[in-house]
T-cell receptor
Framework: AQTVTQSQPEMSVQEAETVTLSCTYD???????LFWYKQPPSRQMILVIR??????QNATENRFSVNFQKAAKSFSLKISDSQLGDAAMYFC??????????????FGTGTRLQVTL | DAGVIQSPRHEVTEMGQEVTLRCKPI?????LFWYRQTMMRGLELLIY????????DSGMPEDRFSAKMPNASFSTLKIQPSEPRDSAVYFC??????????????????FGPGTRLTVL
């Protein structure tokens, strides 16, 4: 079974600065998807960014980018120019491409990000 | 599209009562998921459906929990009888089928706003 580990329960960043959230995972599969979800106080789960394991290029979405290290099974999220609205819980998630489990998301325990003035 | 709709948003009930949570997936999505979020256990997948058929219910904690999807636009998660340890936020999510036109979204699940359940 796949596992996802987020070793940073809480992080803090100053507005306009850059912060990196860590995520590692364990799998025996070679093809899969990885995601970062954001959960603000409203509780809504919002997809921030995704990465296909077969792609070597790191995904980017505006101020959000990932550092995907497949051999190390590491998938960190970098937030540049942090804004107050980035304050939220961030969840790393794994999704298999195997037919039997293709649709299941396995989540990490989350990292609570605080953004300070 | 209005997104995934869940009701109620908040539910407070007493131990032993039956609780029914409802979900309306995004039209055209043929996968539907029920998740539970607690401080202790994080986000857990309880069950998911494909084309209204339950595919994997291994995450359902015990027989007190049941889920149905009578049609493509409606699903329920029922807890009977409820217990205080069932207190959590319950999320419903839906996902479109893979294939041409939807391939871009094949791997994305769209979440509803959640139902916060408190069992006293």
């Amino acid at each position: 079974a796949q596992t996802v580990t987020q070793s940073q329960p809480e992080m803090s960043v100053q507005e306009a600065e850059t912060v990196t959230l860590s995520c590692t995972y364990d799998t025996s599969e070679s093809d899969y998807y990885l995601f970062w979800y954001k959960q603000p106080p409203s509780r809504q789960m919002i997809l921030v960014i995704r990465q296909e394991a077969y792609k070597q290029q790191n995904a980017t979405e505006n101020r959000f980018s990932v550092n995907f290290q497949k051999a190390a099974k590491s998938f960190s999220l970098k937030i540049s120019d942090s804004q107050l609205g980035d304050a939220a819980m961030y969840f790393c998630a794994y999704r298999s491409t195997n037919t039997g489990t293709a649709s299941k998301l396995t989540f990490g325990t989350g990292t609570r990000l605080q953004v300070t003035l | 599209d209005a997104g995934v709709i869940q009701s109620p948003r908040h539910e407070v009930t007493e131990m032993g009562q039956e609780v029914t949570l409802r979900c309306k997936p995004i039209s055209g999505h043929d996968y539907l998921f029920w998740y539970r979020q607690t401080m202790m256990r994080g986000l857990e997948l309880l069950i998911y459906f494909n084309n209204n058929v339950p595919i994997d219910d291994s995450g359902m904690p015990e027989d007190r929990f049941s889920a149905k999807m009578p049609n493509a636009s409606f699903s329920t998660l029922k807890i009977q009888p409820s217990e205080p340890r069932d207190s959590a936020v319950y999320f419903c999510a839906s996902s479109p089928p893979p294939g041409a036109g939807a391939a871009l979204f094949y791997n994305e699940q769209f979440f509803g706003p959640g139902t916060r359940l408190t069992v006293l």
